[in-house]
């Protein structure tokens, strides 16, 4: 990069499954105010904001428009960015670009979504083709349920190791005071959970939430002068797929696909080569507890067909030797248009050592954030508590 | 100030559209609706057989050039059996759960058709690698678009076979 980003700060709302104690603009705010306290900033001194969501999700257009009080956009350059689930993390992104490229020294990020005031399902089915396809496409349940039939019978996974994952973030969920799903289950409680789409359970699935989430970003100088804790953003990666190919479901293909492309690329830019050991810590987009598992073998933390086996050691675990998502992750909390930049965030507190009862006990260097989304597309991005690391 | 209430404003945004097929998915459709049949496009640089047909293939970013008539008979690479009654956005109505689907990939074709099984929606009658042959509307009926497809059914004498070899069940350490 031209110039070194640092994540100087940030915040989240309270997400919940209700929040109509607040409006679309006061819960955005809530996540700004709270971002500009852990920065010790105030807005006059943010150069540019960038805000998205999911694109009709609340039945608004142009929100980066109407949200300029809230988002505190008033007077300043902007961008609406919305690029589907991926949205939270290419926010990031294009901020990280933008302060990269020496345009702006310090960028307010912000990905919201308030699911509760339109139905996620009847718009998601326009992420699909209108002539191919749409007839089936419903729903993200049926997405994830097809990938799970295609792992189970191509190496021998069962229900069992899928519950394993939606235990472990349920239970790291607990830790995390801003989670939606807290929930004290068992494996048997997940077997025992209602059937939604073969084999996906409720308990399987994510939840729909509402929520926000909020992130500063600033130059080296900026962040060396201003920020005890910056967190820098040592590389990005996003890759795309095409539509109407199985891709990210048939999980024996050969293709070169979106994760396992932009993991190689991120990879080589830093020089890693076993990413498990590299980095401390993983925060990845899992909207169904099999891709939790599909995520490990792509991003090359085990060989293909060896994820489920990694649940099933307890090696995920945040106590374990390769953490991922100690926050609770996509499924315990998916306020879609924020839930990338949660990855993100959560990941920075980490290594800020900040993140209260849920901070991985050992040492935090590095951390790893993928988001998915979109026609199968991803964004990754390389933390580190080491601007030249 | 006493707390205020906290109302809520119901309200059905309905939008029409009309969507233009364009040459490639034109020429699908139209082949689907008057003759039965289903066309692929072949890359004349990777030879990848994409359907739906498109302007050009992903992966090389050529033209694509080379019609390919495909069969009704393909294999099932993924399915679920849905028990949501998931609505069809196309209709507005919803598909009577529980019921089967997959991804279908024809004969000669790299690509997968997701579509309705015509199976007992059950785990026994279904799996990946099934053998399976897609049923059309009479031709009377068809309109030319995808729901001329009626659904995928099981080409007939075939077994589900064994599953992979079981492994020791691991234990609820939690």
């Known amino acids: 990069m031209k110039r070194n980003v640092a994540i100087i700060g940030g915040g989240q709302t309270r997400h919940a499954a209700r929040r109509h104690d607040v409006n679309q603009v006061e819960l955005v705010n809530e996540a700004v105010r709270a971002a500009l306290e852990d920065a010790r900033m105030t807005m006059e001194e943010i150069d540019t904001v960038l805000l998205g969501n999911m694109e009709f999700f609340e039945g608004c257009h142009m929100t980066d428009c109407w949200m300029a009080d809230g988002s505190g956009a008033y007077g300043k350059p902007g961008l609406k960015i919305t690029t589907g689930g991926t949205v939270g993390a290419t926010i990031v992104c294009a901020g990280a670009h933008h302060v990269a490229s020496g345009l702006f020294d310090k960028v307010l990020c912000i990905g919201f979504e308030k699911q509760e005031e339109g139905d996620t399902g009847a718009i998601l089915s326009g992420v699909a083709h209108p ?11 049926g997405y994830f349920a097809m990938m799970a039939t295609s792992y189970m019978a191509a190496w021998g996974a069962r229900e069992i190791h899928s519950a394993m994952v939606a235990v472990k973030a349920r239970q790291n969920a607990r830790k995390n005071p801003y989670a939606h799903l807290k929930l004290d289950i068992t494996i048997q409680d997940v077997l025992n959970s209602r059937m939604l789409a073969y084999p996906i359970r409720m308990l399987d699935m994510c939840p729909a939430s509402n929520g926000a989430c909020a992130m500063i970003l600033a ?13 820098w953003i040592r590389a990005m990666d996003s890759a ?8 990210w479901r048939d999980v024996t293909t050969q293709k070169p696909i979106f994760s396992k492309v932009s993991a190689a690329r991120l990879y080589r830019k830093l020089g890693v080569e076993r990413p498990a050991d590299y980095f401390d810590v993983f925060e990845i987009y899992e909207p169904a507890t099999w891709a939790e598992m599909v995520w490990y073998e792509n991003l090359g933390l085990c060989e293909p067909g060896e994820g489920f086996r990694m649940i099933e050691k307890g090696m995920t675990e945040i106590e374990g030797p390769i953490p ?9 909390t998916n306020c879609i248009g924020a839930s990338a930049m949660l990855r993100v965030w959560e990941a920075a507190l980490q290594i800020r050592g900040d993140a209260g009862e849920h901070q991985v006990p050992k040492p935090v260097r590095r951390a790893l954030t993928t988001a998915y989304g979109g026609t199968n597309w991803t964004v990754l991005m390389a933390l580190s508590a080491a601007a030249r690391d | 100030m006493p707390e205020p209430e906290l109302i809520e404003i119901p309200m059905t945004v309905d939008v029409p559209y009309r969507f233009s097929a364009g040459h490639f998915m034109g020429r ?5 609706r008057d003759n039965g049949t289903f066309f692929g496009i072949r890359c004349p640089r990777c030879g990848r057989v994409q359907m739906p047909p498109r302007v050009v293939c992903a992966v090389c970013h050529v033209p694509n050039t080379d019609w390919v008539k495909l069969g009704l008979e393909g294999t099932l690479a993924g399915f679920t059996i849905m028990y949501l009654p998931l609505t069809d956005p196309t209709t507005g109505k919803p598909h009577e759960p529980p019921f089967a689907y997959g991804s279908v990939r024809l004969d000669g074709s790299d690509s997968v058709v997701d579509h309705l099984l015509h199976v007992t929606p059950e785990v026994a009658h279904i799996w990946v690698g099934m053998r399976l042959r897609a049923v059309l509307r009479p031709q009377k009926d068809r309109i030319g678009d995808l729901s001329d497809i009626r659904y995928f059914e099981p080409l007939e004498n075939q077994q589900k076979p064994e599953p992979k070899p079981s492994r020791k069940e691991p234990s609820d350490a939690r």
Do not use: I, W
Request: one cysteine or more.
């Open chain 1, 219 to 231: 130059d080296e100088k900026t962040a060396r002068d201003r920020c005890e804790k910056p967190v």
């Open chain 1, 240 to 247: 795309h797929n095409e539509q109407f190919e199985l891709d």
């Open chain 2, 28 to 32: 699908f459709l139209t082949e689907l």
């Open chain 1, 324 to 332: 991922v998502n100690p926050s609770g992750g996509v499924l315990s």
């Open chain 1, 131 to 141: 002539l191919y396809g749409r007839s089936m496409a419903g729903a993200a349940v």
